[in-house]
């Protein structure tokens, strides 16, 4: 019996798999962390503590100030390989159908590698959201709850965090959101900033618009009927709410990730743990990036991959053509250059 030969290379596959689009995640349609390739699977990252500084006047043709050292640290972070394996065996081929296009057919190959794949990239995009997300709590994990790293003690740095008390009538809502543009303000240095934004749990964003001082404030503007009729967007399948206050742009994200628990059972997680939220800096030059580092592969090793091809995927024919085996891989890690910017908040009531 002759060989049973799979009708797609791994160029192919790559190619199919990153054709279909990532939709999901709210972190990925606001483009917070854009991906960056490497030459290696290691990053440095250098910081430094610099500011600008107002030049004085001189005479013309007089020679300029000269900068002081900035004072430079750094740190190296492997970015983290997050492999997947699909299968596609005889059995799930066999007596088969399906409907395609309003037509009924017999499940084949060719069909279920499409479907395959579609999965394949649905399991990576979610896995990027959750990488993002951790690099705005400043605390990376993988699927499983394993750290890969804590940004806070890899910079050797305090977390910033904000007690809103929503739960008290008297809270002055307007003075916590200044609390937190002033810290984000003041550590930005060599950084620039449009906009201070909030990524809140729905329990966090109930809380806030329905609190007696914003609500008191939102009435004696002549944008009273914004608060009753709340903007919502759909940012990555996401139907949060935002919502402006005390120039924060505060952003809800509902829903959770399927991760696994240390027993390995896949367990709901919140995407932002309830009575919390997440502020940063938005529009800035490059403080978010994602770093995308090379395929695992010998005949990849130490290549940047093509950014737009986040996802490689081989194929292997299992013996005595009981199927066909499916690998893929991503290689990426999140990472906010200055945690000092990230600012927790919480409603301690």
């Given at each position: 019996?002759?060989?049973?030969?799979?009708?797609?290379?791994?160029?192919?596959?790559?190619?199919?798999?990153?054709?279909?689009?990532?939709?999901?995640?709210?972190?990925?349609?606001?483009?917070?962390?854009?991906?960056?390739?490497?030459?290696?699977?290691?990053?440095?990252?250098?910081?430094?503590?610099?500011?600008?500084?107002?030049?004085?006047?001189?005479?013309?043709?007089?020679?300029?100030?000269?900068?002081?050292?900035?004072?430079?640290?750094?740190?190296?972070?492997?970015?983290?390989?997050?492999?997947?394996?699909?299968?596609?065996?005889?059995?799930?081929?066999?007596?088969?159908?399906?409907?395609?296009?309003?037509?009924?057919?017999?499940?084949?190959?060719?069909?279920?590698?499409?479907?395959?794949?579609?999965?394949?990239?649905?399991?990576?995009?979610?896995?990027?959201?959750?990488?993002?997300?951790?690099?705005?709590?400043?605390?990376?994990?993988?699927?499983?709850?394993?750290?890969?790293?804590?940004?806070?003690?890899?910079?050797?740095?305090?977390?910033?965090?904000?007690?809103?008390?929503?739960?008290?009538?008297?809270?002055?809502?307007?003075?916590?959101?200044?609390?937190?543009?002033?810290?984000?303000?003041?550590?930005?240095?060599?950084?620039?900033?449009?906009?201070?934004?909030?990524?809140?749990?729905?329990?966090?964003?109930?809380?806030?618009?329905?609190?007696?001082?914003?609500?008191?404030?939102?009435?004696?503007?002549?944008?009273?009927?914004?608060?009753?009729?709340?903007?919502?967007?759909?940012?990555?399948?996401?139907?949060?709410?935002?919502?402006?206050?005390?120039?924060?742009?505060?952003?809800?994200?509902?829903?959770?990730?399927?991760?696994?628990?240390?027993?390995?059972?896949?367990?709901?997680?919140?995407?932002?743990?309830?009575?919390?939220?997440?502020?940063?800096?938005?529009?800035?030059?490059?403080?978010?990036?994602?770093?995308?580092?090379?395929?695992?592969?010998?005949?990849?090793?130490n290549i940047a991959?093509?950014?737009?091809?986040?996802?490689?995927?081989?194929?292997?024919?299992?013996?005595?053509?009981?199927?066909?085996?499916?690998?893929?891989?991503?290689?990426?890690?999140?990472v906010c250059k200055?945690?000092?910017?990230?600012?927790?908040?919480?409603?301690?009531?």
């Open positions: 019996m002759p060989e049973i030969l799979f009708p797609y290379s791994n160029v192919e596959l790559t190619e199919e798999v990153n054709r279909i689009p990532n939709n999901f995640g709210m972190l990925n349609a606001l483009n917070l962390a854009p991906d960056e390739p490497m030459a290696s699977r290691y990053v440095r990252l250098d910081f430094r503590d610099g500011q600008l500084v107002v030049l004085a006047a001189s005479e013309a043709g007089a020679p300029g100030q000269m900068s002081e050292q900035d004072e430079v640290g750094g740190t190296i972070l492997l970015i983290p390989h997050f492999p997947h394996l699909e299968t596609i065996k005889t059995e799930d081929l066999v007596g088969g159908v399906e409907v395609i296009n309003g037509m009924m057919s017999a499940r084949n190959l060719n069909t279920e590698t499409a479907r395959r794949l579609n999965t394949i990239r649905g399991h990576h995009a979610i896995t990027l959201e959750y990488i993002r997300m951790g690099m705005l709590r400043g605390l990376i994990k993988d699927g499983r709850g394993v750290t890969l790293y804590d940004l806070y003690s890899v910079f050797n740095l305090s977390k910033k965090t904000i007690d809103f008390v929503l739960g008290t009538a008297g809270t002055n809502v307007y003075e916590k959101c200044e609390e937190v543009i002033d810290h984000i303000q003041s550590n930005l240095k060599g950084e620039t900033s449009t906009q201070v934004e909030v990524i809140v749990s729905p329990s966090f964003f109930n809380k806030l618009v329905s609190h007696p001082n914003v609500e008191k404030f939102w009435i004696q503007t002549q944008q009273a009927s914004r608060l009753q009729d709340i903007e919502r967007q759909n940012l990555g399948g996401n139907w949060g709410r935002v919502f402006e206050f005390g120039q924060i742009l505060f952003r809800e994200y509902k829903g959770t990730f399927p991760v696994r628990n240390s027993s390995g059972v896949i367990t709901s997680e919140a995407i932002v743990e309830a009575g919390k939220g997440h502020a940063y800096p938005a529009g800035t030059q490059n403080l978010f990036r994602t770093y995308q580092g090379p395929v695992h592969h010998v005949d990849m090793v991959p093509d950014a737009s091809d986040p996802i490689y995927v081989s194929s292997k024919v299992l013996d005595h053509g009981a199927g066909v085996e499916m690998k893929s891989q991503s290689n990426r890690i999140a200055q945690p000092n910017l990230l600012v927790e908040v919480i409603t301690s009531n």
